[in-house]
């Protein structure tokens, strides 16, 4: 009697163990997230944030930017590095270094479509002309900004689905963008003439965006010259407020 117990214990165990293998190879074999999904996702989660953070590197080549404080006027120059948070839906505050003829750093604050600049940074803040077309609103807007970016890539590919970012396991997608979808990403500091090679980074366990890397493709005939590459981390989800706007 016994040793028909313990058989029927041994068959339970063996008969568990199957079934718990096979459900674990089911869960290793399941088809992983469509990439444009996960991009939808991403950006869904950017619209209905209160707030969030960008910092703005670029590596490479360094990519001319053209300046103009008037509207009129064209400074050349390059972006060393920036910082910037959005509000929500309508505000932006950027914090930038840029190469002029010497290193100056600069703050911007834009509120719709209009923008107040302090430059150097800490002068007092002055008004800018309107620009036309521009409206920081557009950068969370339905089918405008970010939005179009992420829903116009062309073959949106699955890279890695074990990436890691400030030491979040993350999803790498990749895809080609058109120049003029992603001037917006980068508040017009660039105005690319050709495609772009995106690489969007997205947070495994939370769907955020938490970083895009945009790889220019057009050259300047040199072979050997490194490409430019612009980097955009998203972090710091729904965090306060971390500027003082201009009065009035």
Wanted: with cysteine; charged share 20%.
């Amino acid at each position: 009697m016994k040793g028909h117990v313990l058989k029927n214990r041994i068959r339970f165990i063996i008969v568990a163990c199957m079934v718990f293998c096979a459900g674990f190879a089911g869960a290793q074999e399941a088809p992983l997230a469509e990439p444009q999904a996960l991009l939808d996702r991403s950006v869904e989660l950017l619209q209905s944030a209160d707030s969030f953070r960008l910092a703005i590197e670029q590596s490479g080549a360094p990519h001319q930017l053209a300046l103009t404080f008037d509207g009129v006027n064209m400074l050349p120059a390059t972006l060393r590095s920036a910082e910037a948070q959005v509000i929500s839906p309508n505000e932006l505050y950027i914090s930038a270094r840029v190469q002029l003829v010497i290193p100056l750093s600069l703050e911007i604050y834009s509120r719709d479509d209009r923008q107040w600049l302090s430059f150097p940074s800490g002068a007092p803040w002055w008004q800018l002309p309107a620009f036309e077309g521009f409206d920081v609103s557009r950068l969370l807007a339905p089918d405008d900004g970010i939005d179009r970016v992420m829903t116009d890539l062309q073959d949106p590919k699955l890279v890695d689905s074990e990436a890691l970012v400030d030491d979040q396991l993350a999803w790498h997608i990749q895809a080609i963008a058109a120049g003029d979808a992603v001037e917006g990403l980068l508040f017009g500091f660039i105005d690319p003439q050709d495609d772009v090679l995106l690489d969007a980074y997205i947070t495994a366990d939370s769907g955020h965006l938490a970083l895009i890397e945009i790889l220019m493709l057009e050259s300047d005939g040199d072979p050997n010259a490194e490409p430019s590459v612009w980097h955009i981390r998203f972090f710091d989800y729904d965090a306060p407020r971390g500027f003082e706007a201009p009065a009035g």
